[in-house]
């Protein structure tokens, strides 16, 4: 079955960075395209970044210069590497696949604040 496990995720101050990593298992993890959501508390689920398996990427205009998807197909990993993190970034991040149906991780908390 597909799985997808999130990890860090925390506390950072305005201007700090963080990465998340999210670990598939389940599919040929080469073969599809994988991205990132967010949630912020009363807000809709939003897409911040994808790659696909060209490694072609997109990007939320909110994250564009700031945020950087990419993918190890050897670890069936995906990143996000975020840098000049803002309060606004504030949110549970999740990672996607789409395997028939989408599949989603736990999420992982990211929170920006001083």
């Known amino acids: 079955q597909v799985q997808l496990v999130e990890s860090g995720g925390g506390l950072v101050q305005p201007g700090g960075s963080l990465r998340l990593s999210c670990t598939a298992s389940?599919?040929?993890?080469?073969?599809?395209?994988m991205s990132w959501y967010r949630q912020a508390p009363g807000k809709e689920r939003e897409l911040v970044a994808a790659?696909?398996?060209?490694?072609?990427?997109n990007y939320a205009d909110s994250v564009k210069g700031r945020f950087t998807i990419s993918r190890d197909n050897v670890q069936n990993t995906v990143y996000l590497q975020m840098n000049n993190l803002k309060p606004e970034d504030t949110a549970v991040y999740y990672c996607?696949?789409?395997?028939?149906?989408?599949?989603w991780g736990q999420g992982t908390q990211v929170t920006v604040s001083s």
């Open positions: 790659i696909n398996q060209a490694f072609i990427t």
């Open positions: 389940g599919f040929t993890f080469s073969t599809y395209a």
């Open positions: 996607r696949a789409f395997v028939f149906r989408s599949y």
